[in-house]
Nanobody, 118 residues
Framework: QVQLVESRGGLVQAGGSLRLSCATS????????MGWFRQAPGKQRDMVAV??????NYADSVKGRFTISRDNAKNTVYLQMNDLKAEDTGVYYC?????????????WGQGTQVTVSS
């Protein structure tokens, strides 16, 4: 069973920075993709950034401000968020797509609150 452990979010002022991390635990699987989604109050969960192999994908709203990276040795994905804006506020969920015996599974972290004050 894959488990995702996220770092704590927090409260930050607009223009500030915050880094999130998410580590996978478990054995017997390979991780094909990892990333972050966020959900603002009253809205759907949207992709923020996903890393698949060497491919990085970002939501248009965060391009140039957020950077996703991955440490394969630690099975950890990071999201560096700079120049945060009030509209970045939401619950951030770590995502991992894993593969075991030819079967792919999507897993989610518990979510962590990020609040940007203007």
């Amino acid at each position: 069973q894959v488990q995702l452990v996220e770092s704590r979010g927090g409260l930050v002022q607009a223009g500030g920075s915050l880094r999130l991390s998410c580590a996978t635990s478990g054995s017997g699987f390979s991780t094909t993709a990892m990333g972050w989604f966020r959900q603002a109050p009253g809205k759907q969960r949207d992709m923020v950034a996903v890393i698949t192999g060497d491919s990085l994908n970002y939501a248009d709203s965060v391009k140039g401000r957020f950077t996703i990276s991955r440490d394969n040795a630690k099975n950890t994905v990071y999201l560096q968020m700079n120049d945060l804006k009030a509209e970045d506020t939401g619950v951030y969920y770590c995502y991992a797509q894993t593969q075991r015996l030819g079967r792919r599974t999507s897993s989610w972290g518990q979510g962590t609150q990020v609040t940007v004050s203007s």
